[in-house]
């Protein structure tokens, strides 16, 4: 099974916006609302931000927010803060023919 | 606060077999709320998924892993544990365990990750 596609950078100014899009296909993001994004600074493990497509772990606030449609899902990060630059990865659910999870391929957020 | 500790060589040489244990504290494995998981990422590179256990010893693994991997459990010692058969320099990379929330299948906490190089 072939890892979710994500673009390889994206960058912002501190305060603006910015979206990561996360493509699947209808095996597993489309098929299951079983779509999580973790941050990862270097040389540290990957942390949760987002579970479920749009729901957020208990104590974070609604600067990271998730959403679905198709095969696609993405993460928008508001209000960019220098510490949000790290690399974020998307992880969906798939049954193929068992139970499974496949990684999307990494973005590097850059704030510029 | 639960905890996740990785453990074992950080140097195995190619053909041989990588033994990995992911030490549980702070929690029980036995809590049927959750899986146990093994994550690797290879220097520079993304993350990618290998296999689940549940404390009852049912395991998934990566199809394209499924011939080499082996996740099993020790509920005696709050621990579980990777052996990946016949490594090869493909199989260098950091090696994480984390656990897997049932309902929601996701990696919730990680351990900090191991290094793990296959070299001669």
């Known amino acids: 099974q072939s890892a979710l596609t994500q673009p390889a950078s994206v960058s912002g100014s501190p305060g603006q916006s910015i979206s990561i899009s996360c493509t699947g296909t209808?095996?597993?993001?489309?098929?299951?609302?079983?779509v999580s994004w973790y941050q990862q600074h270097p040389g540290r493990a990957p942390r949760l931000i987002i579970y479920?497509?749009?729901r957020r772990p208990s104590g974070f606030s609604n600067h990271f927010s998730g959403s679905k449609s198709g095969n696609t899902a993405s993460l928008t990060i508001s209000g960019l803060q220098a510490e949000d630059e790290a690399d974020y990865y998307c992880?969906?659910?798939?049954?193929?023919?068992?139970?499974?999870?496949?990684f999307g391929t990494g973005t590097k957020v850059t704030v510029l | 606060q639960l905890q996740l500790q990785e453990s074992g060589p950080g140097l195995v040489k190619p053909s041989e077999t990588l033994s990995l244990t992911c030490a549980v504290s702070?929690?029980?494995?036995?809590?049927?709320?959750?899986?146990w998981g093994w994550i690797r990422q290879p220097p520079g590179k993304g993350l990618e998924w290998i296999g689940n256990?549940?404390?009852?010893?049912?395991?998934h693994y990566k199809p394209s892993l499924k011939s080499r991997v082996t996740i099993s459990v020790d509920t005696s010692k709050n621990q579980f544990s990777l052996t990946l058969n016949t490594v090869t320099a493909a199989d260098t990379a950091v090696y994480f365990c984390?656990?897997?929330?049932?309902?929601?299948?996701?990696?919730?906490?990680w351990g900090q990750g191991t290094l793990v190089t296959v070299s001669s």
């Open positions: 984390a656990r897997v929330v049932r309902s929601t299948d996701v990696f919730d906490i």
């Open positions: 479920e497509v749009n």
């Open positions: 992880c969906s659910y798939a049954l193929s023919p068992t139970s499974t999870y496949v």
């Open positions: 256990i549940f404390h009852s010893g049912s395991a």
């Open positions: 702070g929690g029980s494995i036995t809590n049927s709320s959750y899986y």
């Open positions: 209808n095996i597993d993001v489309g098929n299951y609302n079983l």
